[in-house]
């Protein structure tokens, strides 16, 4: 069971739902910030752009693509009752996930570097 | 409705408004201060689309959070304390959040 691609993408998708959840209250604490000036905001902001959250980030990534890609492909088996492509379509979103990742980190670690 | 097809229906409205939130935001100039920030702001409709936004992320992570605890057997029982505080973090957070959009002046 625990190997099943069913699985996989259960614990997945909630794992990263979870981690999700807890950057939007992180999001929230800096944006809201605006409010109280430019000193405060940019201050904040500056707060979580260290070397460690542009990796973080990276982290973020991943999870945004894998969520929404395998949130996707519920829809489509869903919807369609597509449900004999439910394994290959996980593997298309793995595949996704880590092609769109790369694509996306690669600007933010070279950002990094630059600094 | 039951609460998974609300969770879809936000799912959907999430895949549209965090394409626009990504490329509007994080394309090149990657850096991102406080005039840039106000600048889009400073406009009614991006208040509008960004309050809708707010008001589906939350949606979603409300329900989202929701249906991965009660799954969980020992917590499945106090179901009903879970919905009332998701319903009311729901609220709190699109209250400060729709106040923090509200809150953008065009610059003087």
């Known amino acids: ?115 | 409705m039951r609460w998974f097809q609300l969770q879809r229906l936000s799912a959907v409205a999430l895949v549209i408004f965090l394409t626009v939130h990504m490329v509007v935001l994080h394309y090149p100039p990657f850096h991102i201060d406080f005039s840039r920030v106000i600048e889009r702001m400073a406009q009614p409709l991006w208040k509008a689309i960004d309050i809708a936004f707010l008001f589906f992320v939350l949606l979603h992570a409300v329900t989202g959070t929701y249906a991965v605890l009660t799954d969980w057997q020992g917590v499945a029982r106090y179901r009903r304390i879970l919905a009332g505080s998701a319903i009311g973090l729901g609220v709190a957070g699109f209250i400060y959040g729709a106040a923090t959009i509200l809150a953008f002046q065009p610059p003087m």
């Not at chain 1, 739902?17 to 809201?32: K, T």
């Not at chain 1, 902001?45 to 980030?57: D, G, I, R, T």
């Not at chain 1, 379509?89 to 950002?111: H, N």
């Open chain 1, 1 to 115: 069971m625990y190997r099943s691609s069913g699985f996989i993408s259960f614990f997945l998708r909630r794992l990263t739902g979870l981690a999700l959840v807890l950057y939007l209250g992180a999001h929230l604490w800096v944006i809201g910030s605006a409010t109280q000036g430019p000193a405060v905001f940019d201050a904040r902001l500056a707060a979580v752009q260290s070397p460690f959250f542009k990796l973080a980030e990276i982290a973020l990534l991943a999870a945004v693509w894998y969520h929404a890609f395998d949130g996707v492909r519920l829809l489509l088996v869903n919807w369609f009752r597509v449900t004999s492509y439910r394994a290959s379509l996980l593997y298309t979103a793995l595949v996704m996930t880590v092609l769109l990742t790369v694509m996306g980190g690669l600007p933010i670690l070279l950002f990094l570097l630059e600094g």
